[in-house]
């Protein structure tokens, strides 16, 4: 619990060094500084963070008690039904959970496991250094086509805090090797639209309807979908994250992930073809 606390508040400091403008410090090329930098002072302990190959996903499976473990519950809740918690913030009918199965803790779909261990991390979106929350934000606005909460929301911190949990055992800023799990996968080269809603009519409407309007599953397209300019609008991520995740249960014969890439790419294909909202900036 406390290791949690402790990254939470790193998290914190972090952002008001960052919306301080400190981060032309961190550019800082002198070679004395850096002389400095590569020596620590007298008595100072270094420790060795784990390297990469030695991190193993491990979600954590205790939430700690009192006022920390309440706040992670809240976080965890808006997280899995988004648009019923906080339907001021969202724009269609998607949760959290709907891209990042399992609460953000399966390991082939979009994984949150150690995800807030890299921030405050430079964005390309802004070209600038932001934090956990601005991130989270960024998917309120294009994923949940909605608006994106205030700095210190209540809600908006717990999302934070309950992300946070998940990386509870891991060091900052290691590269996390399943980071891109769920969208990571090279398309096919060609494109069968009509195999794709074959493939759709016979497997995936079954959770997402003929008509692609969600049921068991989230919509597809239409304005209660994502928008386009959500990552999941584009072809590799879609094509990706229906190799490895679709279907959820096997469904006539197909199993969890049983498509093929071509398949998979197919009806990403058929998919986002169908009209969507647009993100606006």
Avoid at 1 to 9: G, W
Wanted: charge should be neutral; charged fraction near 15%.
């Amino acid at each position: 619990m406390a290791n949690l606390t402790e990254k939470i508040s790193m998290l914190a400091l972090s952002a008001v060094i960052v919306a301080a403008g400190v981060t032309a410090i961190v550019n800082f090329t002198d070679t004395t500084h850096q002389s400095a930098a590569a020596t620590p002072p007298s008595g100072l302990q270094t420790e060795t963070a784990p390297s990469a190959e030695n991190l193993v996903f491990s979600p954590p499976k205790k939430i700690p008690k009192g006022k920390l473990g309440k706040e992670i519950l809240r976080g965890e809740q808006i997280f899995n039904q988004t648009f019923s918690t906080v339907p001021q913030f969202v724009g269609d009918k998607l949760n959290c959970s709907s891209c990042h199965l399992d609460g953000g803790m399966d390991e082939s779909a979009l994984p949150l496991v150690g995800a807030s261990t890299q921030f405050p991390e430079y964005s390309k979106r802004p070209k600038s250094f932001i934090t956990l929350s601005e991130r989270v934000n960024q998917c309120f606005q294009r994923s949940e086509g909605g608006k994106a909460l205030p700095l210190g929301n209540p809600d908006l911190i717990a999302v934070d805090t309950y992300i946070t949990w998940l990386s509870s055992d891991l060091p900052m800023y290691e590269k996390i090797p399943w980071e891109k799990n769920g969208a990571d996968l090279t398309p096919s080269s060609t494109i069968n639209l009509k195999d794709g809603e074959m493939i759709f009519q016979q497997v995936c409407s079954t959770c997402h309807g003929m008509q692609g309007q969600g049921g068991f599953g989230p919509p597809l397209w239409g304005p209660e979908s994502f928008v386009k300019g959500a990552g999941m609008s584009k072809l590799k991520d879609m094509a990706s994250f229906v190799k490895l995740n679709m279907p959820v249960y096997e469904v006539h014969g197909v199993k969890p992930g049983g498509l093929t890439i071509q398949q998979a790419t197919d009806v990403a294909a058929y998919v986002l073809k169908h009209p969507r909202n647009v993100f606006h900036t």
